[in-house]
């Protein structure tokens, strides 16, 4: 059974500092690997999907890394900005590409 | 594209009472749908699968009694929480991804604060 581990569990920078959120998965068998957003009370906002086959995505100032053989993947937050805060939640896609496993998340605060 | 809605954000019930969430997908079709669960401070907890025009499929400990899904079209499915206990008070979110597009990340809604009272 998957099993999805994010550290750390919460983490808090000053506005403008580069940081790495890191997520680690048991089984390396997945299709793919989605990080999301969410803010307090919401829904889930997809950030970077992740195939299998691919290293890395990019969007603006996020960078995802996607390392299948150590079971492992970070999100890269270059320049960080209040409006950044925010829990962090990282699934793995199961081989089928039909079930998400969560991990359980990292709350980051960017202190303006 | 691919832009789920989840109504209602919010409800507040009486212990005993039902309540019924909707889950749609508004451009395109959806013949599968996932219905999560995340309790504070916690990973979401898939709780079952949704299929159109089929039974759904819950997972390990899951009371199918208790949550009751109907997927009656390709782009609504409901979820009713039955004879609801203040244990129930959880946060309910769903999501789906355009048939076929399995390259595709999954889409989710804006989820549902249920309280009950």
């Known amino acids: 059974k998957q099993e999805v581990t994010q550290i750390p569990a919460a983490l808090s920078v000053p506005e403008g500092e580069n940081l790495v959120l890191n997520c680690s998965f048991t089984?390396?068998?997945?299709?793919?690997l989605q990080w999301f957003r969410q803010d307090p009370g919401k829904g889930l906002t997809s950030l970077l999907l992740?195939?299998?086959?691919?290293r890395e995505q990019t969007s603006g100032r996020l960078n995802a890394s996607l390392d299948k053989s150590s079971g492992r993947s970070t999100l890269y937050i270059a320049a960080s900005q209040p409006g950044d805060s925010a829990t962090y939640l990282c699934a793995a896609g199961d081989g089928s590409a039909r079930q998400l496993t969560f991990g359980s998340g990292t709350q980051l605060t960017v202190l303006p | 594209g691919a832009v789920v809605s989840q109504h209602p954000s919010r409800v507040i019930c009486k212990s005993g009472t039902s309540v019924k969430i909707e889950c749609r997908s508004l451009d395109f079709q959806a013949t599968t749908m996932f219905w999560y669960r995340q309790f504070p401070k916690k990973s979401l907890m898939l709780m079952a699968t949704?299929?159109?025009?089929?039974?759904?499929?819950?997972e390990q400990g899951v009371e199918k009694d208790k949550f009751l899904i109907n997927h009656a079209s390709l782009t609504l499915s409901t979820l009713t929480v039955t004879s609801a206990h203040p244990e129930d008070s959880s946060f309910y979110i769903c999501?789906?991804?355009?048939?076929?597009?399995?390259?595709?990340?999954?889409?989710f809604g804006s989820g549902t604060r249920l309280t009950v009272v």
């Open positions: 089984d390396s068998a997945i299709y793919n």
């Open positions: 992740i195939q299998s086959s691919q």
């Open positions: 999501s789906a991804r355009p048939p076929g597009q399995l390259n595709y990340g999954y889409t």
């Open positions: 949704s299929n159109e025009g089929s039974k759904a499929t819950y």
